[in-house]
């Protein structure tokens, strides 16, 4: 008997379980997770900091943000799970002119889309925050008390778990290797379709684009030339007959978008985490600093004290192996900022790296693949995966259920965007 379910979500990290409760939640349960790991987490969401904040600069992510933002602070009711929200907040400090119009702008914006809690700070009040801080070149800052941290793996836990509570199954160890698109066979006329040998022979002449299907018996792998419709996905446990597929897929989207024909622009970016050793030479508590001058950007996670930058120099590629000389790097730009810091200990070997999924435009892909009926993205965080992640799944769940959410206007986030030169441009990416 062939295995059946009305949507197949591919991955299980914070976003595929967060489409998973969604979906459930709104009456849609006949709904498999396939994720090729043992366990749940292993990709980003296992690996990040665990940021959320409403301090972005463009509409849709203070949108997503603000919407998120409230889930997480009664997520542990309404979810039946914690997910650890801690409203520490975010405390942006600048060093010149530009950070101060560009936090201005941001605040005006984010104020006019009901984000009506940031406040301005002087170098007198963030050093009330943090008395260690250097401040001689710090003009000002912003902050928001409602941003804060949550606990990514129990976020993405909370969401699975209440899912399966309502039905939604959830394999592990099982990897998608092909998705079938078997267009619409009996619907379209016979000149609209091309057999799999017709295509192939043409792609060997290097007169087709790449649109191919995988698995199913031979007499099956017909597609349609444009207008395709998923009807299956082909698993290391064997085909998967569905109609509705989400590619939850993070850094590793564009494959599986691939296995349709879909072009999807995500690429992986290495991003380096350094904690110290503990360190009770700061408060126990104060918010995310983030220091405008380098990006530097640095939190409390329990007794020591966790380090981030975004290295420049860092170039997309599946590279999450820790690299040594990034400590050097990091410690000097800490030290700069906060002179105490010179004496934290650091462990290379407690250091670690993961991927961003990374977009051209920096925000998130998120809607159905324009030529492939059933297929949806959503990808492309660039960073903000587990900040959004109870947005995204709504906003997926309700175009996926309704063809439209009333959460943000969808459209912006549509892959089509890149083609038809829609570009978003979020500058406020840690
Ligand atoms: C160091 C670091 C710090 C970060 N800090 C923050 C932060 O402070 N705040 C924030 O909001 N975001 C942060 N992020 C980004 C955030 O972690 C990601 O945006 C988010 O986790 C993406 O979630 P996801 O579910 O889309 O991807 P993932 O968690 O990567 O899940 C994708 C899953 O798909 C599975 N998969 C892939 N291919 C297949 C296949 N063919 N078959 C089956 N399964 C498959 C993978 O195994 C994986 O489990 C950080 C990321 C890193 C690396």
Same mark, same amino acid.
């Given at each position: 008997?062939?295995?059946?379910?009305?949507?197949?979500?591919?991955?299980?990290?914070?976003?595929?379980s967060?489409?998973?409760?969604?979906?459930?939640?709104?009456?849609?349960?006949?709904v498999?997770?396939?994720?090729r790991?043992?366990?749940?987490?292993?990709?980003s969401?296992?690996?990040?900091?665990?940021?959320?904040?409403?301090?972005?600069?463009?509409p849709?992510?203070?949108?997503m943000?603000?919407?998120?933002?409230?889930?997480?602070?009664?997520?542990d009711?309404?979810?039946?799970?914690?997910?650890?929200?801690?409203?520490?907040?975010?405390?942006?400090?600048?060093?010149?002119?530009?950070?101060?119009?560009?936090?201005?702008?941001?605040?005006?914006?984010?104020?006019?889309?009901?984000?009506?809690?940031?406040?301005?700070?002087?170098?007198?009040?963030?050093v009330k925050?943090?008395?260690?801080?250097?401040?001689?070149?710090?003009?000002?800052?912003?902050?928001?008390?409602?941003?804060?941290?949550?606990?990514?793996?129990?976020?993405?836990?909370?969401?699975?778990?209440?899912?399966?509570?309502?039905?939604?199954?959830?394999?592990?160890?099982?990897?998608?290797?092909?998705?079938?698109?078997?267009?619409?066979?009996?619907i379209?006329?016979?000149?609209?379709?091309?057999?799999?040998?017709?295509?192939?022979?043409?792609e060997?002449?290097?007169?087709?684009?790449?649109?191919?299907?995988s698995?199913?018996?031979? %007499? *099956?792998? +017909? &597609?349609?030339? /444009?207008?395709?419709?998923?009807?299956?996905?082909?698993? $290391?446990?064997?085909?998967?007959?569905?109609?509705?597929?989400?590619?939850?897929?993070?850094?590793?989207?564009a494959e599986?978008?691939?296995?349709?024909?879909?072009?999807?622009?995500?690429?992986?970016?290495r991003?380096?985490?350094?904690?110290?050793?503990p360190?009770?030479?700061?408060?126990?508590?104060?918010?995310?600093?983030i220091?405008?001058?380098?990006?530097?950007?640095?939190?409390?996670?329990?007794?020591?004290?966790l380090l981030?930058?975004?290295?420049?120099?860092e170039?997309?590629?599946?590279?999450?192996?820790?690299?040594?000389?990034?400590?050097?790097?990091?410690?000097?730009?800490?030290?700069?900022?906060?002179?105490?810091? %010179? *004496?934290? +200990? &650091?462990?290379? /070997?407690?250091?670690?790296?993961?991927?961003?999924?990374? $977009?051209?435009?920096?925000?998130?892909?998120?809607?159905?693949?324009?030529?492939?009926?059933?297929?949806?993205?959503?990808?492309?965080?660039?960073?903000?995966?587990?900040?959004?992640?109870?947005?995204?799944?709504?906003?997926?769940?309700?175009?996926?259920?309704?063809?439209?959410?009333?959460?943000?206007?969808?459209?912006?986030?549509s892959v089509?965007?890149?083609?038809?030169?829609?570009?978003?441009?979020?500058?406020?990416?840690?």
């Open positions: 008997m062939t295995e059946t379910a009305d949507v197949v979500i591919i991955g299980s990290g914070i976003v595929g967060s489409v998973a409760y969604h979906l459930a939640q709104q009456g849609c349960t006949n498999l997770v396939l994720e790991e043992a366990h749940q987490g292993k990709g969401t296992g690996k990040s900091m665990g940021g959320v904040r409403a301090q972005f600069s463009t849709v992510n203070i949108q943000s603000k919407y998120s933002i409230d889930f997480f602070s009664t997520f009711e309404v979810v039946g799970h914690p997910a650890d929200y801690r409203a520490h907040g975010y405390l942006f400090c600048a060093t010149n002119d530009n950070h101060l119009a560009y936090l201005k702008v941001n605040r005006e914006r984010q104020n006019a889309l009901g984000v009506t809690n940031v406040d301005w700070v002087s170098p007198e009040d963030i925050i943090v008395p260690q801080l250097r401040v001689d070149d710090i003009l000002g800052g912003t902050f928001c008390p409602t941003d804060g941290f949550v606990d990514p793996h129990s976020v993405m836990m909370g969401f699975m778990l209440n899912a399966r509570e309502r039905g939604v199954r959830l394999w592990l160890d099982t990897r998608v290797t092909g998705i079938e698109v078997n267009g619409y066979a009996g379209l006329p016979a000149t609209a379709r091309r057999s799999l040998a017709e295509i192939n022979k043409l060997l002449a290097g007169k087709a684009e790449p649109f191919r299907t698995g199913g018996p031979a %007499a *099956e792998r +017909e &597609v349609a030339d /444009r207008g395709g419709r998923v009807s299956g996905v082909m698993t $290391t446990r064997g085909f998967i007959s569905t109609r509705v597929v989400v590619n939850a897929a993070g850094a590793w989207a599986v978008a691939k296995m349709a024909g879909a072009e999807l622009p995500v690429e992986p970016l991003r380096q985490l350094v904690p110290t050793e360190f009770d030479q700061l408060p126990k508590r104060y918010p995310m600093v220091d405008m001058s380098t990006g530097f950007h640095f939190r409390r996670e329990g007794k020591g004290i981030a930058w975004n290295d420049p120099k170039t997309p590629g599946f590279k999450t192996d820790f690299d040594e000389t990034f400590v050097e790097k990091i410690l000097t730009h800490a030290a700069s900022r906060v002179p105490v810091l %010179a *004496e934290a +200990e &650091v462990n290379p /070997r407690r250091a670690w790296a993961g991927l961003y999924e990374m $977009t051209p435009d920096h925000h998130a892909i998120i809607g159905p693949a324009p030529d492939i009926n059933g297929l949806y993205f959503v990808n492309g965080f660039s960073g903000h995966g587990v900040m959004h992640s109870p947005a995204s799944g709504r906003i997926a769940a309700d175009l996926i259920l309704q063809g439209h959410s009333d959460l943000i206007q969808t459209n912006q986030l089509e965007r890149f083609k038809e030169g829609r570009l978003l441009e979020e500058t406020a990416v840690l």
